[in-house]
């Protein structure tokens, strides 16, 4: 074929976990693959009859109903479909929908890429019939923390004039806001396998945790505190602000309270400690070197082993304690205990396969083996109209050159779908992928990625 192969990629969004995972596929398939790319909103469905892609490329299939909506679709048109996994660390005691929200509980995709071999063993099994399309790939999302650059605390400081702080710690907020609206609480309680009384628990620790961070904001105060909300603890039809464990304490002058303002890679490379009531952001603080602790009043509760890796504190006298450790010699006794460190590796292994920054190029060769099945014939693609994708295609043209956050979101319909309006250009993702492109290219370069590839050794190292 002369020429290129067109990948039409939808993401929720045009940041976040979704983009990251797509971005670095996007390199090497440039650089290796003959492929151009598109981007669109996973709203924006009607983009497939307009680009008529070679391939469509997804970071998931069951996550959303149109994340299933575009797989099924690339089914039926015949359109090769390559589809990766945003959240590859689930649990494997039969707890887990495998399925989400593809209700027909059948793989479009032409690969299932596992991050782990843990994953990958548990789908076989309860798969069976899929087992020679099942792979390992590694969590891709995870590269980034062993490749880019992240901002420095020189210029996180002087970005938000909080020059005067030297020590940083970081906080990653849980999801307790969920407890404010009517979807948040049925994740919760779906969360706790259907116990509304954790519902009054969640509350408890919510002032428990709230009450540990006061008294160490009041009681370190040439530290600046960083409390990040969590990204999902509010729902999109609701924009009040929610009630959680960090909110009441915005006020402090050692606090920064961010929700979407930065990326949490960001926010982790320039704090020297990460904290965090139960995140997996622990693993990500790990790959780029830091320490973490977890504050639990109540470690016994049901979670994923994550925590297993991390100092814990119950109280605020043992956090404070961890941080003193810390700033005066460099490290938290207990997170370099050796069965700390062993539980470090374990994880890393068993959640996302591998964390050496190689897993976007073993997810890319199996994106190659798929547009091999379309050079090969095996798929003819047709490319159908539908009027409701056009429809929507069409009033987010109308609606977005008048966008107004304020305005939109007191309109019924409209309120439900800001993200759309402020993200459908795809200009923030185009922005990310000119910055990550120069980390990649050295990456490349650093592990001479260029010469493994032509040499057909690439795979063989990985």
């Not at 991390?310 to 006298?317: D, I, T």
């Not at 396969?353 to 050079?375: E, M, P, Q, V």
Request: charged letters at 25%; proline letters at 3%; a positive charge.
């Amino acid at each position: 074929m002369n020429r290129k192969i067109r990948v039409l990629c939808f993401t929720d969004l045009a940041t976040g976990r979704d983009v990251e995972m797509i971005l670095p596929i996007r390199f090497f398939a440039e650089k290796f693959l003959n492929c151009e790319f598109y981007h669109a909103l996973n709203i924006d469905i009607h983009k497939i009859f307009i680009i008529k892609p070679d391939i469509i490329l997804l970071p998931n299939t069951i996550g959303s109903n149109l994340y299933f909506e575009i797989s099924k679709i690339a089914h039926q048109q015949s359109i090769p479909l390559f589809a990766l996994i945003s959240e590859g660390n689930f649990r494997t005691d039969g707890s887990f929908n495998i399925w989400g929200f593809n209700k027909d509980k059948k793989f479009y995709q032409e690969f299932i890429c596992c991050w782990s071999q843990r994953t990958a063993e548990y789908l076989k099994k309860i798969v069976p019939e899929y087992k020679d399309r099942i792979v390992v790939t590694g969590g891709v999302g995870f590269d980034r923390y062993v490749i880019y650059q992240f901002m420095t605390k020189e210029n996180f400081l002087k970005k938000y004039k909080k020059e005067e702080y030297k020590k940083v710690i970081g906080y990653a907020g849980w999801a307790f806001g969920k407890k404010d609206h009517k979807r948040g609480r049925e994740e919760l309680i779906s969360f706790f396998k259907g116990d509304h009384s954790k519902l009054q628990w969640v509350e408890e620790q919510r002032i428990k945790v709230r009450e540990i961070l006061r008294s160490l904001i009041e009681s370190n105060p040439d530290i600046l505190f960083i409390l990040k909300q969590h990204p999902q603890e509010n729902a999109p039809e609701r924009p009040e602000p929610v009630i959680n464990e960090m909110c009441e304490l915005v006020n402090y002058p050692n606090v920064l309270y961010l929700c979407n303002e930065e990326s949490i890679h960001d926010l982790i490379s320039v704090s020297d400690i990460w904290t965090c009531f139960e995140s997996t952001t622990a693993l990500e603080s790990w790959l780029m070197g830091k320490q973490t602790i977890f504050i639990n009043p109540d470690p016994d509760f049901n979670r994923d082993l994550i925590y297993k890796g991390s100092a814990l504190a119950k109280n605020y006298n043992e956090i404070q304690e961890m941080i003193s450790q810390f700033y005066n010699k460099g490290k938290i006794d207990e997170f370099f205990y050796e069965d700390k460190i062993k539980m470090r590796n374990q994880l890393i292994n068993d959640i996302i396969g591998f964390g050496d920054g190689f897993n976007h190029i073993r997810a890319s060769l199996y994106l190659k083996k798929t547009i091999d099945h379309y050079l090969e014939g095996k798929y003819n693609p047709t490319y159908k109209f539908h009027f409701w994708h056009w429809l929507v295609y069409i009033l987010i043209r109308i609606a977005g050159p008048f966008y107004n956050k304020k305005l939109y979101s007191h309109i019924y319909k409209l309120k439900k779908h800001l993200w759309v309006f402020e993200d459908y250009k795809m200009d923030k993702l185009y922005q990310l992928y000119e910055r990550y492109k120069i980390f990649l290219d050295k990456f490349y370069q650093i592990k001479n990625i260029d010469e493994k590839y032509i040499a057909g050794e690439l795979l063989k190292n990985i």
